[in-house]
């Protein structure tokens, strides 16, 4: 017979993740099997043993598996012989014995190693925990205790998924191992020699009540003791225990090898990120952080409550407790009242503005009537500044709030108008861009808008104006049409050159434009209610506001130095590096200086020089909605930044 250990924590994955770097290592489970030196058809089980360091766990293993030979390395002294975790196949037994670090043995990684051992125990079918001492130590009980709880509260689940994976009948996590306590007294009694009518089992039981750990993970828990007055050691009763356990399909069934190699790898994959201290005291063998995520939340501080690299799966982070509202992440979440009331849970996010619009026109509406929040199933449900006054929150009439944890890596918050003064400034250089570069078409789109939004309720829309009132002239796109402040209704310029007061209408005493018609019947008096033209009072002073914007419009691109020197540093976003702190450029690394300007990427908020900010995209998860200055790296981000 022949048999040589090889070492199984050194798979590529484990290897790099708990830091165990010992040849030779496991490749993939062809090259697991080949090294086991077994059949690949082959059904196993798999045995494995954990104890103290200098408590002769090789040694056990040699003498009860291999007839004395040393397939595992053994010494007389007392330091670990066993670093890693190293297996090797009994083709007698057909099982394969995996031997493994001491527990109080080497503290280089030694959060990585106590989590591998866990791992190992994980994929066993039967457990010896081997202690060399007079008595049981707590350590013993606290061990198998923590490790069944963790056993059930982490690799459970993943168990399951690895024997769906394989096709087996019965999952591996149906029950636990079963354990065998082998115990080597020199100077006192075995466990319940004292009194014959005592069960060791049932006196271990009671032990762990008392400790307050519960081993329910296993599927059971045998003594197996002997006491040594002269060496060798007797190992023919725990031979016979394993044996008798080993003939026992009910609970644990033997598998192929490569089921053993996928188990142990998917636990591997799954549990193998870095634990922060190595020296940081635990009252558990197996503390949570060893298998839950790192990731913390920025508001709150609250850990997520899922395993390891969760997001593989695609789970989203998950904390046990509720958030706490943080000005500088806005962590609120808007759904739609409407959605919400017919079973919908619908997100909705503040922006300039709604699908429909085009750019500018958006622009248009978010100067003059502020930041809009639309439901893809409502259409558009708010408008900061939709009424000269009366403006409702919209909390206390169309959307729910919710506060979110915030997780590192995540940029999904600050999305409403915490930076509405900056996309305000962006958007009206976006402007002066576009009625820059596309002449009139932006300019007198937005006027058209403008003017409506302004006009008293008598005037006929400029939507509605295709032909001259009069002549009957057909507007073309850049054709201007008027209003007669009379009558309300278009027409062209020819057919409405006269001005006269107007206040049945509210016009007055200055002369205003009207129809040639109107002009004709200035000695007629309009019959127009006095409630109307109170009502109508407040439009008429927008409306005259409106054409001193509107006059202007087409000077957008000088006049838009003035305000934007004076509250660019008071609108910054909250995301946003301040000045002060920016001295070099985030990605070339150049020192500003008077003649090298600093700019900030709208997406992730560094600061930048010119040419490495120079790309324009649309950044609606910060609550950009027209094209915006971003970095280089955010602009070869695909999607949504």
Known sequence: MRSSQINISADAKVLDEEGLKIQPSVINEEDFIKKLDCKPDQHLKVVSIFGNTGDGKSHTLNHTFFYGREVFKTSPAQESCTVGVWAAYDPVHKVAVVDTEGLLGATVNLSQRTRLLLKVLAISDLVIYR?????????????????????????TKELKATSARCGLDVPLSTLGPAVIIFHETVHTQLLGSDHPS????????DRFRK???????????????????????????????????LENNTTRSPRHPGVIYKALKALSDRFSGEIPDDQMAHSSFFPD???TCSSICLSCGSGCKNSMNHGKEGVPHEAKSRCRYSHQYDNRVYTCKACYERGKEVSVVPKTSASTDSPWMGLAKYAWSGYVIECPNCGVVYRSRQYWFGNQDPVDTVVRTEIEHVWPGTDGFLKDNNNAAQRLLDGMNFMA????????????????????????????????????NKCATSFKDNDTKHHCRACGEGFCDSCSSKTRPVPERGWGPAPVRVCDTCFDARNVH???????????????IARKVGEAVQNTLGAVVTAIDIPLGLVKDAARPAYWVPDHEILHCHNCRKEFSIKLSKHHCRACGQGFCDECSHDRRAVPSRGWDHPVRVCFNCNKKPGDL
């Open 433 to 468: 861009q576009s009625v820059s570069e596309l002449s009139l078409g932006p300019t007198k789109a937005v006027t058209s808008w403008l003017t409506d939004q302004i006009a008293p309720a008598y005037w006929r829309p400029n939507s509605q104006i295709l032909n001259c």
């Open 289 to 291: 952080e060893y298998f």
């Open 198 to 205: 005592e069960v060791p089992e049932k006196l271990i039981q």
């Open 211 to 245: 400790l307050g750990r519960f081993p329910e993970a296993f599927s059971s828990i045998h003594y197996k003791g002997t006491r040594t007055y002269n060496p060798p050691t007797d190992f023919s009763g725990l031979r016979r225990a394993l044996e008798q356990q």
């Open 526 to 540: 309009l019959d127009v209610p006095e409630a109307q033209v109170d009502e109508e009072g407040g439009t008429l």
């Open 131 to 155: 202690t060399h001492a007079d008595r049981l130590h707590n350590d013993l009980f606290k061990f198998l205790g923590d490790a069944s709880e963790a056993y059930l509260k982490h690799f």
